[in-house]
């Protein structure tokens, strides 16, 4: 099965990085509004505004919070029921974080839409680390 692996490096403590993956409001900043918590079971949505390819909703389930190490929580849209998962590692004073998408059926429309979705969303989480 196609995997979305992506690695990103940040000169924010992996404190810091960990809040911008599980506060709520912080999430919105660089993924999209949504309802989350950190809490192993709780189901949450992302949303965005839809388009004609899109309704712009992502159904969750948290699967692992393991803080400040492992994320993990289901992504179910666009016909897809796959699994996104957050490594964090401090080396230095620096942050490596690494993202499995995993469970796509091919390397479609929507393994496609995640890869380039979750490459600018990692270049807004640079942005908004920045900022903090």
Sequence with gaps: MPT??????FSSSIDRVW???TDSKKLA???????FKPVVGHKFQFWTEPNKWWDGV????????????????TW??????????????EVDGNTHLSLVHT???????????AKLGW???GN???KMLAEL
């Design 4 to 9: 979305v692996s992506l690695d990103f490096q």
């Design 19 to 21: 809040l911008a993956l």
């Design 29 to 35: 900043k660089w993924v999209m509004n949504n309802n």
């Design 58 to 73: 992502v159904d969750s389930e948290v699967l692992v919070v393991d803080e400040p190490n492992t994320l993990s929580y």
């Design 76 to 89: 179910i849209t666009d016909g897809e029921n796959t699994i996104v998962t957050w490594t964090l590692k």
């Design 103 to 113: 469970g796509f059926e091919n390397e479609g429309h929507a393994y496609n839409g």
């Design 119 to 121: 490459i600018k969303m």
């Design 124 to 126: 807004q989480l640079e």
